[in-house]
């Protein structure tokens, strides 16, 4: 089980991970061992998402959400497999989090009469430097 909260975890079942050979540095051995981990998680057609977290997490502009549904997470930060599957799963996890609260409605309010006192003054101010920086003695 993947714990995200207290209220929601997921199951294995879940969960499909594929191993990959990561590139980058490590001669031969790098050649040799699969230690890069393509995590893949269906959030259309997974039972363990409350359905406001999962309209949540279709509605991200996210490039690792493929057209069926399909979150893809890759971790090919350390150079051990455990190590990349542990961190692409709290990235996983971070991801679901991130939808678990609703964002909250944003309320419209008007600028108060100081601070559109402030705003003119200072657009009078900047307007006077500007004048100001004319040649001397050709004022219009």
């Keep these: 089980m993947l714990s995200i909260s207290r209220t929601l975890a997921l199951p294995e079942s879940e969960l499909v991970e594929r191993f990959l050979r990561a590139d980058g540095p490590g001669g031969q051995h790098v050649n040799r061992t699969e230690s890069a981990v393509e995590l893949r998680f269906d959030v259309v057609r997974s ?3 409350p359905e406001a977290v999962r309209e949540r997490l279709l509605a991200r502009r996210d490039r690792r959400l493929t057209d069926e ?4 997470l890759q971790g090919r930060r350390f ?4 190590r990349n ?5 709290e990235r996983l996890a971070e991801i679901i989090r991130g939808c678990l609260a609703a964002p909250k409605k ?3 309010t008007k600028p ?4 559109k ?5 200072g657009k009078a101010q900047r307007s006077r430097i500007k004048q100001a920086r004319g040649r001397p003695g050709s004022l219009e």
Excluded: F, K, M, T
Excluded at 112 to 115: F, G, L
Excluded at 117 to 121: I, M, T, V
């Design 47 to 49: 039972p363990s998402l």
């Design 112 to 115: 108060s009469r100081a601070s």
């Design 117 to 121: 006192e402030r705003r003119l003054a």
């Design 85 to 89: 599957r542990d961190d692409v799963r």
């Design 69 to 72: 549904g399909v979150l893809v």
């Design 79 to 82: 150079r051990d497999q455990g």
């Design 106 to 108: 944003r309320v419209a």
